[in-house]
């Protein structure tokens, strides 16, 4: 099979994500002096460089590897490079992304390396940098299908790419909503700024990658609404800027909560693959029980 030269984005991205990050920090500095989060910034582009571009590497070989073994091997069919291709991927994989957030935020094992993504309480393009250094090793399991079926590993990896770098410019507050249309179909800053929102109505809503539909098809969508303002970061927020910290801390509280309850070993596992809060005891409190509280003081 001829596999093309794909362009390597990120070469690209970087420069681009650079001078974007300090002119908003520009603009937003104009209009409110000294309200930019510097510190907070090059916490967050840290971690993005370490977690994507230095452990990113390492994960990237091992899942390669794993997707042209499963392409080699097992593959059912065989679809090539062409335009329809291209068309089904970007569909797929963004249905994969979907699931792939949505159970981020749901189980514990993938929270604990999805939280570093949500533990600023800034909201600005930076923040968007901020990624984990563990999810590369493991979250591949929601694409690996797509190999299965037949696409080629570069393309799987390049529509991922893609995919990240979609998400980058719609971590900003400085657009407030985008056209009617574009935010029906489109995942925009609006319904992103809502996802990252500490908010009870906005816990685990708008898990979208580009495309907002799979929220509306699936019960998670929630809109910005003006009289909710979002408050970014998290239920408990870490207040820290160390990066080893902010990457590692939800590992050992996950593994801590689960060795320390005294409680049956299916119960202890279970602390790794429920949702965040959950305890065996039922004494935990989830998103969905603060979303209940909630309307029940806003009745
Ligand atoms: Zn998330
Ligand atoms: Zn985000």
Redesign the pocket.
Known sequence: MQVPDLPKLIYYAIPFFVITVIIEGLIINKHSPKSYKTKDAITSIVTGLIGNVFIGLLSKILVLFLFTYTWEHIRIATIPFAWWSWLLIFFLDDFAYYWFHRISHKSRVFWASHVV??SSEEYNLS??LRQTWTGGFYGFVFWIWLAFIGFHPIMILFQMSVSLIY?YW??TELIHKMPKWFEYIFNTPSH?RV??GSNPLYLDKNHAGILIIWDRMFGTFQPEVEEEKVVYGLVTNIKTYNIFRIAFQEWGNMFTDAFKAKTSFVNKLKYFLKPPGWKHDGTGILSEDLLEEWKKENR
Do not use: K
């Open positions: 993504h949500h923040t968007a998400q719609i971590h992103h996802h990252h």
